[in-house]
């Protein structure tokens, strides 16, 4: 693993600049953060709002069930049209809708005598819109920045400090002020978000591609229905063995790891450390997936998915101390690496995923990445209780953490995954065009007609070598 390793030999490649120097960039961030606080307070406000009006813990799991419903089921969709209408159209569209669909939510609760069937609907909106916001991300990243591996991590580290703070905000508006008005709050955040975006219609929405990336020219998607665009996105995800492999593993370990940690996870550690303990412990892994994030940005090994997964057998500890019964400060510790190593890989793979798919089917792709990441996770977790009352909750989380290692050692060991290298996508090496981003496709914007092929991308430290075997040859 090296370190910032974008240099040229002899100095004739200089890395990429800063996402902060873009200001396209600095408005994506203030967007994207104003969205995650939304959604890290959306979570309390609604569970608490829900316990409130009497409806229970049933009513809280149909409440966030009608949420993430949609979000499955529309999903793919949102990432066709998002490349169809580009990203920031339905990004400003889904923040517009969740804003009245917040102040909705305010309305009632202040009005009184609010119905479960009623939350229910305007979480399934909520949920529906969310749907529309996410696959844009992954395309919006290449747009507005040079350097995609330093605005992923900057992106988790936001990530990662929304969801330390905005739970506790929603629970300090709850409970020293109103109900509705954290709806309110929520709902200022998600216009924030939109306010961010809108500046950013001029990103070109690039024109698809018939099959992967290494095949034929662009061919214009526009009047193609929505079923064909769906099958150009599923075309460009399984043609790819690293994506669709690494994507089987993870939903195999949403299933086993994801799902059971955390139900079972936060029962046994408030049984073993107390509330406050376990909320120490929870904020430690908050610190970590901050310290990951940073890592991710100074840290660009050769082959990312490799260091991804090896960061990430640091996160197969975490059902393991509450499942041996670690103390406190270990299993503080123990949740602070598992976060840095989670949120490590999570800059890798979003990278890897950026800069290896062409940018006019990325948001389709990603659609699939996040369809097959989190469809299992509710089953996952459906499941840990049932399974845990019949064999115990530490039994299943050792098994988790047992799963944990052997799906991550089976990544290494796909080729394809294991030889994936790391792509620099600079906007000096593509036409002076000031809106695609430099990662707009793996071959140049503007490509001379009598030459269709891609043009191969060359590693930085064999150019000067490269040019002087030319000059020879001359």
């Not at 316990?51 to 979000?71: E, N």
């Not at 300090?172 to 709806?183: E, I, P």
């Given at each position: 693993m090296t370190t910032d390793d974008t240099v040229a030999a002899g100095g004739t490649a200089a890395p990429p600049s800063s996402p902060w120097r873009s200001p396209r960039f600095r408005l994506f961030f203030t967007a994207r953060s104003a969205s995650l606080l939304a959604d890290g307070m959306l979570m309390v406000s609604v569970t608490t709002s829900v316990?409130?009006?009497?409806?229970?813990?049933?009513?809280?799991?149909?409440?966030?069930?009608?949420?993430?419903?949609?979000?499955v089921v529309l999903i793919l969709f949102g990432g066709v049209l998002a490349d169809r209408f580009t990203p920031q159209v339905m990004m400003v569209g889904a923040d517009a809708v969740r804003v009245v669909t917040m102040l909705v939510m305010a309305a009632l609760f202040a009005g009184g005598g609010v119905r479960l069937w009623q939350i229910m609907a305007l979480m399934g909106v909520s949920g529906a819109a969310t749907a529309m916001f996410q696959p844009g991300l992954a395309s919006i990243v290449p747009r507005v920045a040079e350097d995609i591996q330093r605005a992923n991590a900057l992106l988790r580290i936001s990530e990662s400090m929304a969801t330390l703070i905005g739970p506790g905000?929603?629970?300090?508006?709850?409970?020293?002020?109103?109900?509705?008005?954290?709806?309110?709050?929520?709902?200022?955040?998600?216009?924030v978000s939109a306010g961010g975006l809108l500046p950013l219609r001029r990103l070109a929405a690039g024109r698809a591609e018939k099959g992967s990336a290494g095949e034929g020219d662009a061919v214009d998607e526009t009047d193609d229905p929505m079923w064909r665009r769906l099958a150009t996105g599923w075309h460009e995800f399984r043609s790819r063995t690293w994506l669709w492999g690494v994507i089987s593993l993870w939903a195999v370990y949403g299933l086993f790891v994801f799902g059971p940690s955390l139900p079972l996870g936060a029962a046994l550690l408030t049984e073993q450390h107390g509330a406050t303990g376990y909320g120490w412990i929870a904020s430690a892994d908050g610190l970590g997936t901050i310290i990951g994030g940073l890592l991710g940005m100074r840290v660009r090994p050769r082959r990312p998915l490799v260091a991804g997964v090896c960061a990430m057998f640091f996160f197969a500890l975490n059902p393991l101390a509450p499942a041996l019964g670690w103390n406190f400060t270990l299993t503080a510790v123990t949740g602070m690496v598992a976060g840095c190593g989670f949120a490590f890989w999570g800059v890798m793979w979003a990278t890897s995923v950026q800069s290896h798919i062409p940018l006019a089917v990325l948001s389709r792709v990603s659609a699939y990445d996040i369809a097959g990441s989190i469809m299992v996770i509710p089953l996952g977790r459906a499941l840990a209780g049932p399974v845990a009352e019949s064999f115990g909750a530490d039994r299943v989380l050792l098994f988790s953490s047992a799963v944990s290692f052997v799906l991550l050692g089976a990544m290494l060991c796909v080729p394809a995954i294991r030889g994936l290298t790391r792509l620099d996508h600079p906007k000096r090496d593509a036409a002076p065009d000031p809106d695609p981003g430099p990662a707009q496709m793996r071959k140049p914007v503007r490509e001379p007609e009598r030459e269709p092929e891609r043009e191969p991308v060359r590693e930085p430290g064999r150019v000067a070598d490269e040019e002087a075997s030319t000059a020879a040859e001359a």
């Open positions: 316990l409130g009006a009497g409806f229970g813990a049933t009513g809280v799991g149909y409440a966030l069930a009608a949420w993430m419903a949609p979000i905000l929603a629970g300090f508006l709850v409970a020293y002020w109103d109900l509705a008005g954290s709806f309110v709050v929520i709902a200022a955040a998600y216009a």
